[in-house]
């Protein structure tokens, strides 16, 4: 370890971190203690900004994003787990499927939605081609809260099932295999390897996963900002905290939202880890 | 065994179908006349401020946060992994904290913050928020590629004459390089495809990016969507991505098993 | 770090903090000059008013030396688009804003103030009062009127016919409407007698608001802080809605329409009788050869009016070229723009002196639009915008409750009433 010097190379990231996060954070807390409107003087208005966490849009938005992410983790975390181990043994073409898996991670949340957009409302789409093998005609997938809320879900699986499946194949490679050789020895069936072995060694990928895909889905914006822009009750409390910013002009009660859903977010992921250390 | 191939060959179609479906769309007519054409993609050069500018918008943003995320957090992990100095665990926690702090809340201080400092409507300053989303990876993936080159490497070094800079420039920074190319990628990726961060801070059309410049195309249509534009748009917008994924797919890859899960 | 320093360092924080107060200082009031020297004006519109604002743009830039450049919003973002600009004082030259928001940013110090430029004007009297008492804060003018778009009733006269109505007298009130929509329903092979964008919000304002006001009820207090939607009126129109929802004469579909296509089926020749915005006959006629007919929106048991919106033209309060961007919006006031450019393309002009222009007798149905203009009204509410347009706002809520809900009308507009007053009065 040198004494000399170091500072000057951390001078650039330090300079970055302290302007760009720990400035805006200290002043997020800030503005949600003052009436801080858009256009005009701010001044200190005590915590009346947090009554925006009480009113009954924003809690409907609560709402919507605690079922939303239900919905959204088992979906993706399901999938991804099975595509990992669909995928997890070497093979040429095991290399082709993981990269086609992959693919859909590398293009852009934004991108995806209003691609997926296309296929919930053009004519020619195979979403329609599908449904009618079904015999429906003409769904309307983004038609009302629920239709909007499954077919988001379907995006999300395909946008992000790969990605969660490389990380939960990085953990099951971590597995020393002499442990399944052992096991097989002793004449285990698959279903108690997977109970006795692969789960449990693979608690921590799981809870990387899980705060991962809760903490994305409770602040869920871009798919549903596009996709249906919070229409038939599908608005999220990022676009609560959008709409309380510039459609209401209050940037406070935009801040004091912000600092409600961190405090949430460190409870829920907190709780999320414990509890995942604790099961036995 | 064939079981699982053709599990794993029946979701492979489901997966490419959105994409390869899209690229079909975008090269045919408005109302699946058949025809096949480019009439999308003409439309598409002209909609707005032309897809040129926001093309040129787009890259320079994930140029320059490419960058700043590159110097700053490869002069920053050979700081941390090699120095000792006054707030070094200070600043490793602070930037690691920016993991906790999603985006989308941090947003609106950031509005203020960038307007304080003249960055407001701004490229460079969008590009400068969007380097800060991607220090804590960064750091955290350089200071590993530094810790895993000897410490005898500086000492010769050392010992020849050079200086701190000369080590880091003539020594070690041949090692980083898969590092430095692992953190690159992840941050043009999400530069390049940032939504929010722009719909925010640009006002001004001649500045959007392409992604808020195809939200426009989407949401500002009056009566019906055209979707042939847009999902050309969609087209234009991915290859670039999927080119420099398929490109570079190991250093992405590395990324998760250096970078994710030792975290 | 010691508990002392982290202490002090946290006292240093607030203290840096606390002079993190913003003070806002509102444009100081410019002469009254209108400059032609080959500026560049940047625009703003919303993507409803494009071709009307293009129209006009056209015609400007080939007369003058300045230029103005158009940038055509999305609609729906569009609010949010004006509020992040304005908050970073990124606005443009000219902003022309929907009608019913103009109070909110003539309140919040979007627009410069131009009173003393209108004053000028020599036709000021006869600016449409409802624009003009929007763009009106403490006194002082903010804006002119843009264009003028206003709700009407559409009706299909080839349906009429062939369900035996006379294609020349449109329903007068409510329950006439109804009776007609029903014979038309008859006719079956798709065609529905009624249409609304349920999950629209100002295709819901624009119409059932008419309604409501004709029958002689309010639907806001004077000055925009208190909401009226439980009166008996109003109860009594949203049951309308909800009758012909729940009894077939709409195609199902209206319940989750939210505005792009609310008018297609009926440009389709599907629908019957449809309230809409007078804008939209150019688009329907443009796309089919309908023979439709139009009339002022009727009451419950007769009556008319309408909703007049359209938009406000200001400059921004944080233009640079305040007299150009007055030598520009002067123009599209003049009777020149107003005639040859306004009315020629079938808009109805926004200075009731030039009702009889020579352009407004060619369509018999432009006529009509322009009496209704000057009968019909325009709310005023500084939290319009977030209350009633928002798509995640309290009104469409109270929609969505009282139309397709499962409980009873009158209860659910008492419940929304009270949210509906709690966001206006927020302001």
């Known amino acids: 370890m040198r004494r000399t010097g170091g500072l000057l190379y951390a001078m650039p990231m330090a300079l970055l971190v302290a302007v760009l996060f720990v400035g805006p954070l200290g002043l997020m807390a800030w503005m949600s203690l003052n009436h801080w409107p858009l256009l005009g003087d701010s001044a200190p208005n005590g915590v009346a900004n947090y009554e925006a966490l009480r009113e009954p849009l924003f809690t409907r938005a609560i709402v919507f994003s605690i079922k939303y992410t239900l919905v959204a983790t088992v979906l993706v975390g399901l999938m991804a787990f099975g595509l990992a181990l669909l995928v997890q043994r070497p093979g040429p073409a095991v290399t082709v499927f993981r990269t086609v898996f992959f693919l859909p991670a590398a293009v852009g949340l934004a991108s995806a939605s209003l691609l997926f957009y296309g296929m919930f409302n053009h004519d020619a789409s195979p979403l329609n081609a599908f449904a009618a093998l079904f015999g429906s005609d003409g769904v309307d997938w983004l038609g009302d809260g629920d239709n909007a809320l499954y077919s988001t879900a379907v995006m999300i699986t395909w946008k992000f099932a790969g990605y969660y499946m490389v990380i939960i194949m990085a953990g099951l490679q971590s597995i020393n295999p002499l442990l399944y050789e052992a096991a097989t020895i002793e004449g285990a069936t698959r279903w108690q390897m997977m109970r006795r072995i692969t789960l449990p060694l693979l608690r921590p990928t799981m809870t990387l996963v899980l705060v991962l895909l809760v903490t994305s889905s409770l602040l869920a914006f871009d798919q549903f900002f596009i996709l249906t822009g919070g229409r038939h009750g599908t608005a999220t409390v990022v676009i609560g905290i959008y709409r309380e910013a510039f459609t209401s002009q209050d940037l406070g009660r935009a801040a004091a939202i912000s600092v409600g859903i961190l405090a949430v977010l460190y409870a829920v992921n907190g709780a999320q880890v414990r509890f995942l250390r604790s099961a036995r | ?263 | 770090m010691g508990l002392r320093k982290a202490g002090m360092l946290a006292l240093v924080a607030v203290f840096a903090l606390a002079a993190c107060q913003r003070a806002y200082h509102g444009p100081a009031p410019a002469g009254t000059a209108a400059t032609d020297d080959g500026t560049v004006l940047t625009m703003w519109t919303r993507s409803l008013t494009g071709a009307f604002s293009r129209a006009l743009i056209d015609q400007y830039n080939r007369s003058h030396r300045n230029k103005v450049k158009l940038t055509v919003m999305p609609g729906d973002s569009y609010q949010q688009r004006v509020g992040a600009a304005a908050g970073t004082r990124q606005l443009p030259d000219l902003l022309a804003v929907d009608v019913v928001y103009a109070p909110n940013y003539a309140a919040q110090g979007v627009f410069a103030d131009i009173t003393a430029r209108v004053a000028t004007l020599p036709f000021r009297e006869d600016l449409a009062p409802s624009h003009m008492r929007a763009v009106r804060h403490a006194g002082r003018t903010y804006g002119v009127p843009h264009d003028i778009d206003l709700a009407a009733l559409f009706y299909n006269k080839d349906l009429f016919i062939r369900a035996g109505l006379d294609g020349d007298r449109p329903p007068a009130s409510l329950r006439e409407l109804r009776e007609f929509a029903t014979k038309v329903n008859g006719l079956g092979g798709g065609v529905h007698g009624f249409n609304f964008g349920g999950a629209c919000p100002d295709c819901m304002f624009a119409t059932a608001w008419p309604m409501i006001w004709a029958s002689g009820s309010k639907v806001l207090n004077e000055d925009g802080t208190a909401a009226m939607l439980n009166s008996a009126d109003a109860t009594r129109v949203f049951q309308f809605y909800r009758g012909m929802y729940a009894d077939g004469l709409v195609p199902r579909s209206a319940k989750n329409e939210s505005g792009p296509s609310w008018t297609q089926a009926f440009s389709e020749g599907l629908i019957g009788i449809q309230p809409m915005g007078a804008t939209a006959l150019r688009n329907i006629e443009e796309a089919s050869r309908l023979q439709v007919g139009v009339a002022a929106i009727p009451g419950l048991e007769g009556g008319a009016s309408s909703f007049i919106g359209g938009d406000v033209l200001g400059i921004g309060s944080n233009s640079r070229h305040a007299d150009q961007a007055w030598d520009f919006i002067a123009w599209t006031l003049s009777e020149q723009a107003q005639v040859d450019v306004v009315a020629k393309n079938r808009y109805v002009p926004v200075r009731s002196d030039l009702d009889n222009n020579v352009h407004a007798q060619q369509d018999p149905r432009l006529v009509t639009f322009t009496a209704i203009a000057r009968k019909g009204q325009t709310p005023y509410a500084v939290a319009f915008g977030k209350t009633f347009n928002d798509p995640n706002g309290p009104w469409i809520e109270a929609v969505a409750d009282a139309v397709f809900g499962p409980g009873d009308v009158g209860a659910a507009l008492d419940r929304h009433n009270g949210s509906i007053t709690a966001s206006l009065e927020e302001g």
């Open chain 2, 1 to 263: 065994m064939k079981a699982r191939i053709t599990t794993c060959a029946a979701l492979a179609v489901l997966f490419l179908t959105p994409m390869l479906w899209a690229l079909w769309a975008s090269v045919h007519g408005r109302t699946g006349t058949g025809q096949l054409g480019l009439d999308n993609y003409r439309r598409l050069l002209v909609y707005g401020s032309g897809l040129p500018v926001y093309m040129r918008n787009t890259a320079f943003v994930a140029l320059v946060t490419v960058a700043v995320t590159v110097v700053a957090t490869t002069l920053g992990g050979y700081a941390i992994a090699r120095f000792s100095f006054r707030g070094r665990n200070l600043l490793f926690m602070a930037t690691l904290t920016i993991l906790m702090v999603p985006h989308s809340t941090i947003l609106i201080p950031l509005y203020i913050m960038l307007d304080w400092l003249g960055l407001q409507n701004s490229l460079v300053g969008l590009a400068l928020v969007l380097a800060m989303f991607q220090l804590p990876f960064g750091l955290f993936m350089m200071r590993n590629s530094f810790e895993a080159l000897p410490v005898e490497l500086d000492e010769a070094a050392l010992i020849d004459g050079c200086g701190p800079a000369g080590v880091l420039r003539h020594v070690l920074l041949r090692g980083v390089v898969p590092g430095i190319v692992t953190v690159a990628l992840f941050s043009f990726l999400a530069s390049w495809n940032e939504f929010v961060a722009p719909l925010i801070f640009i006002t001004d059309d001649e500045k959007f990016t392409l992604p808020v410049a195809l939200f426009n195309l989407q949401s500002g249509s009056l009566g019906a969507v055209d979707h042939g534009t847009l999902l050309s748009g969609v087209v234009t917008a991915a290859v670039p991505c999927v080119l420099l994924f398929l490109l570079l797919q190991r250093y992405y890859v590395r990324g998760f098993v250096k970078g994710a899960l030792k975290g």
